[in-house]
């Protein structure tokens, strides 16, 4: 997904804290907090306060290119929008996220909608637990 092309068919422009916070996500192989990717985004270029970063995330998440996760007591995480599918295995010991692909968020919105009439817009599903590095420890 190309930002320039989102932001033109929402009428909106490229700014360079846009296009910063942009690549910092789309770089990064991490769920990352607003505060990390403020602090890469000052690394590059002190002039860029922390609230242009917020409002960034604020304008991709609208526009559905990222993806804000909320993980239990470490707050909010970012990353670029994925499907509903992904679901997130968080590591109680060394805080690493990881995603888990497969058909279980279907059956759960088919379940949803079939036995209780109810149309899921979101889905997020996080299982916290032990990884494999950590539970190998």
């Not at 992904?86 to 036995?115: F, N, P, Y």
Request: glycine share 6%.
């Amino acid at each position: 997904m190309h930002l320039e092309e989102v932001l033109a068919e929402n009428e909106l422009r490229v700014t360079r804290p846009r296009r910063l916070v942009w690549d910092i996500l789309r770089s990064s192989n991490d769920h990352l907090t607003a505060q990390a990717i403020a602090d890469a985004v000052h690394t590059q270029d002190a002039s860029i306060n922390v609230s242009s970063v917020y409002r960034a995330l604020t304008l991709f998440s609208e526009l559905g290119i990222a993806r804000e996760s909320k993980f239990g007591e470490d707050g909010s995480r970012w990353e670029p929008a994925h499907s509903d599918e992904m679901i997130h295995l968080v590591c109680e010991k060394c805080g690493t996220v990881d995603h888990h692909g497969g058909q279980v968020v279907t059956r759960l919105r088919d379940h949803l909608a079939s036995d209780h009439g109810f149309v899921s817009s979101n889905v997020n599903v996080v299982v916290n637990g032990t990884c494999s590095n950590c539970s190998a420890q």
